[in-house]
């Protein structure tokens, strides 16, 4: 007990240890990913307190009030509906103990320690992280694109000289074409399942 305090007290329970796939059913994030709809583990950080599951469809953080709580609070951070962005990684300096992995995804700010004999595996996810900032950016961009695009084609109907029956009957037919145009781009360019990205960056 004296040990674990004293982990706490200096920290050291912050630093993350990286599981392989062998040990991913001995975690606590293992009966959270929704197998039923093919939600895969890639990539498992796990600290005294806390852990973060990567997985095809989302973040899952097992969050610890500390090392010697058995208290946990379960948090999900589905990346279709949360951005990730700003990824950094912060090697070690020659006294350091740990490296870093910092993004945001949505609204929430996380700063990941790693021990930095595990550089090469950072480094896998890293790389996975940042291509899928990049790619999610792109997809919105253009889903944004589609919309403006649809608004200016509104707006050139109103100004055009037609009587307003046909207008009218214009704006209807604009408008259901629209929406089934924008559906597509969306069902196109809002991606939900990054495994591909995965597979393509993690070597475990």
Not at 86 to 93: F, I, N, P, S
Not at 175 to 203: A, C, M, P
Request: charged residues 30%; contains cysteine.
């Amino acid at each position: 007990m004296l040990k674990k305090l004293a982990s706490d007290a200096l920290g050291l329970s912050d630093i993350g240890k990286i599981i392989g796939p062998e040990d991913y059913d001995k975690t606590d994030s293992d009966d959270y990913v929704r197998h039923e709809d093919n939600e895969k583990i890639y990539f498992l950080i796990k600290t005294k307190s806390d852990e973060y599951c990567f997985t095809n469809l989302a973040l899952i953080h097992v969050d610890g009030e500390n090392a010697v709580s058995s208290k946990r609070v379960l948090k999900r951070y589905s990346y279709s509906q949360n951005k990730i962005t700003d990824v950094l990684l912060e090697t070690a300096g020659r006294v350091d103990l740990d490296i870093e992995i910092k993004f945001k995804i949505g609204n929430v700010s996380m700063s990941l320690d790693v021990d930095k004999k595990e550089i090469n595996r950072l480094n896998d996810l890293y790389k996975a992280l940042l291509y899928i900032s990049e790619l999610t950016h792109e997809n919105n961009t253009i889903q944004e694109m589609a919309g403006q695009s649809l608004d200016k084609a509104v707006a050139v109907l109103h100004n055009s000289r037609t009587n307003d029956t046909q207008l009218a009957e214009q704006y209807k037919q604009l408008t259901e074409y629209g929406f089934s145009w924008l559906t597509s781009i969306r069902e196109q360019y809002h991606k939900k399942d990054f495994g591909d990205v995965f597979e393509k960056y993690i070597n475990n």
